[in-house]
């Protein structure tokens, strides 16, 4: 069974930075798309940024300039680095993978919390 295990998530300061990691070691790592989106308190989960198999990212306007997607294929492993942080990127993040960068998604992580509060 798959699993994807988030991690690196926290509490912050507005204006403050966190790096969050996703380690992927159940599937062949290289071939998959990998994603991260997040789900605050009341709402649906949105689309945050994703990473193709090779390297081309897209994210939401929400935080295009902030945040940055990459993977590090040796490490099946993918990042999120959030810079500038607000108080409305408080959420749970969740890590996902998919055969097709434009395809559904086949696997989920568990969720790592985000809070962005002075």
């Known amino acids: 069974q798959v699993q994807l295990m988030e991690s690196g998530g926290g509490s912050v300061q507005p204006g403050g930075s966190l790096r969050l990691s996703c380690a992927a070691p159940?599937?062949?790592?290289?071939?998959?798309?990998m994603g991260w989106y997040r789900q605050a308190p009341g709402k649906e989960r949105e689309f945050v940024a994703r990473?193709?198999?090779?390297?081309?990212?897209t994210y939401a306007d929400s935080v295009k300039g902030r945040f940055t997607i990459s993977r590090d294929n040796t490490r099946n492993t993918v990042y999120l680095r959030m810079n500038s942080l607000k108080a409305e990127d408080t959420a749970v993040y969740y890590c996902?993978?998919?055969?097709?960068?434009?395809?559904?998604?086949?696997?989920w992580g568990q969720g790592t919390q985000v809070t962005v509060s002075s």
């Open positions: 996902e993978a998919r055969k097709s960068f434009y395809g559904s998604t086949d696997y």
């Open positions: 990473i193709s198999s090779g390297g081309s990212t």
């Open positions: 159940g599937i062949i790592f290289s071939f998959y798309a």
